[in-house]
């Protein structure tokens, strides 16, 4: 008999369980861990993908190889700039695929932005994660509520919070589904290069010198030499630049 599941959280087949925490997924390539996860989870599997950053694009041109039906959700949280809402056509256009757009509470937004201002973000770190909180982290746990698996492009050497992610693991921030993060392994040279070799659409912002684009209030530029994270919330330092999308959402640290 299998163990008993909490309430909240989803069972998951115990032979996924099991090679999970064999970590027998370590040296497998992208495309056969995302052949794999469609075929366990499609059509309950969707695709994280912020279209502010290559390698949510370079997943997403995978899965649709693989599976034209394959799901892709966005999050919109109403402070993301235009060239990223014109990336999105660009690639409903190309690949003729609906996103999933997700928006917050408007209640909730409206009762922060009446408490504290549209801008709390740069008056404190605890203000920032509020806003990451309802703009982000309630949408998506809204959205993952919906699913058995979700994809995200996140890799090892973005930042210090993301060096022992595992290419699937059990995301137990979000009810104990399946996270699956094909590009763990993966360095900024691999990323532009299938991105230049398949022509995959990317966000304009780069070539201003974002290598990360996320909402406008809280993303810059960076110079020649400085760390890929420096251009979000540089106000911040490299410990709480999180905003509990990829981390345990109670920390209210906060990943798109
Ligand atoms: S990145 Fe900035 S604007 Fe966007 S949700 Fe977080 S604090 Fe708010």
């Not at 059990?170 to 230049?196: C, F, M, Q, T």
């Amino acid at each position: 008999m299998s163990a008993p599941q909490p309430a909240d959280e989803k069972a998951i087949d115990s032979s996924i369980l099991r090679d999970i925490e064999e970590d027998r997924f370590a040296s497998w390539e992208p495309e056969k861990i995302l052949t794999w996860a469609l075929k366990n989870f499609h059509p309950r599997l969707a695709l994280s993908c912020s279209f502010g950053a290559p390698e949510g694009l370079i997943l997403l041109d995978m899965m649709h190889r693989i599976e034209p039906g394959s799901r892709v959700f966005v999050l919109d949280t109403g402070r993301i700039p235009q060239a990223t809402y014109d990336l999105m056509d660009r690639v409903r256009d190309r690949y003729g695929k609906n996103l999933e757009v997700v928006f917050p509470r408007a209640e909730s937004v409206e009762g922060m932005v009446l408490a504290d201002g549209l801008n709390l973000f740069y008056e404190s770190i605890e203000k920032r994660q509020l806003c990451c909180r309802v703009r982000k982290v309630e949408p998506l746990r809204r959205y993952l509520s919906g699913v058995d698996a979700w994809v995200s492009g996140l890799r090892r050497d973005q930042n210090v919070t993301r060096s022992d992610t595992a290419k699937v693991e059990i995301d137990l921030a979000h009810g104990g589904i399946v996270k699956i993060n094909p590009l763990a392994d993966w360095s900024s040279e691999d990323v532009w290069h299938y991105v230049r070799e398949n022509n995959v659409p990317t966000n304009r912002l780069h070539e201003a010198g974002y290598p990360s684009v996320g909402c406008e209030p809280c993303s810059r530029a960076i110079e020649p030499g400085d760390d890929p994270r420096a251009g979000r919330w540089w106000w911040e330092n490299a410990e709480t630049k999180e905003c509990g999308i990829h981390v345990g959402e109670e920390s209210g640290g906060s990943g798109i």
